[in-house]
Structures are given as structure tokens and as C-alpha cells.
């Protein structure tokens, strides 16, 4: 029986991080995109990426994050899919699924860390395949835009989604 449930348990994460990919494929490429000068573009997808970090695993939401946010860079600007792929990963480490409610004292932090570390992590990157460091202050403050603005969707959705008790009806 229990191994019953550890096969469901990972069936329905695996389930899930597939899910998320695709949305935060979508949200990324396709929903509030718009190309930045500096390169890269502004989109809210990172806020379904955190909603994935505090619903997922971190090894699920991790792989929902690289895969989804590296599939709309593949579709839009492939140039960026490999910093992308590890920038994506690594900000959901901020966030936890631990706990009942999606919008914590540590997810709120992660908001604020996330929304810094992606823009530089970005512009680090840019001013790596521009070979010069000329670029990281407006490659920086393009994407802060971007993370500010999918912050903000996230700080917005999570109160409704504690609301419903998502976290307790999705049970990952």
C-alpha cells in the first residue's frame, strides 16, 4: 500500500512539473511579451515559476522552471536558452513548499531575492556573450522590470490561492 502511494505521489508531481512547463511556456513566449533593446524580452512568466516553487518539490519545480522558461527562450530567443535553463533553476531554490500557504514570510523573501538575482544573473550572461561588461546595466535593469512585474503576479495570486486552500487540495 505504501509503495502504492510513493508511485501516485511521484506520478502526480511528474504530472504537475509537465503542467507547468507548458504554462510557463506559454505565459513566457506568448502572454505580455515584449523584447527589451538589451536583449531579452519582459513577461510574467516567473511568477508561475514561483507558483510551481511553492507548490513542487524542488527537484519538480526546478525542471518545470528550466523547461518551460527554456522552451519559450527556444521559441523566441534561442540565443538565451542555456543561461536561461540555469538562471530558471536555481530561483526556485529561494522559495519553499513546505508550509500551508503559499505566500510566507520565506516565499515573499524569495520574491524580493528572485526578482534580484534573475536580472543580474541575466546580465551577467549578456555582457558574457557581448564580451564586454558595458552591457550589464541595462540588460540588468530590463530584466529587473520583468521580475519586478511577475513578482507582483505573484503577490497578487497567492492571497486568492491560500484563499482556496490550493496547497491542501493539490496535496504534492
Keep these: 500500500m505504501l509503495q502504492r502511494h510513493k508511485n501516485h505521489q511521484f506520478l502526480l508531481q511528474?504530472?504537475?512539473?509537465?503542467?507547468?512547463?507548458?504554462?510557463?511556456?506559454?505565459?513566457?513566449?506568448?502572454m505580455l511579451h515584449i523584447p527589451i533593446p538589451t536583449g531579452g524580452y519582459i513577461h510574467l512568466g516567473d511568477a508561475l515559476i514561483y507558483l510551481a516553487a511553492c507548490l513542487l518539490p524542488a527537484p519538480f519545480a526546478a525542471a518545470a522552471a528550466a523547461i518551460g522558461a527554456g522552451l519559450a527562450d527556444l521559441l523566441t530567443a534561442p540565443v538565451w536558452v542555456l543561461p536561461t535553463l540555469m538562471i530558471k533553476a536555481v530561483i526556485v531554490l529561494f522559495f519553499t513548499s513546505k508550509g500551508e500557504r503559499l505566500l510566507c514570510r520565506r516565499n515573499i523573501a524569495a520574491v524580493v531575492l528572485a526578482g534580484l538575482f534573475s536580472p543580474a544573473a541575466y546580465a551577467l550572461a549578456g555582457c558574457a556573450m557581448a564580451g564586454t561588461m558595458a552591457a550589464f546595466v541595462p540588460q540588468f535593469l530590463g530584466t529587473l522590470v520583468q521580475g519586478v512585474g511577475s513578482g507582483a503576479l505573484f503577490i497578487v495570486i497567492a492571497p486568492a490561492l491560500d484563499g482556496v486552500k490550493l496547497k491542501a487540495r493539490v496535496r504534492v
Design 14 to 30: 511528474l504530472v504537475l512539473t509537465a503542467l507547468f512547463a507548458a504554462a510557463i511556456t506559454i505565459m513566457t513566449a506568448y
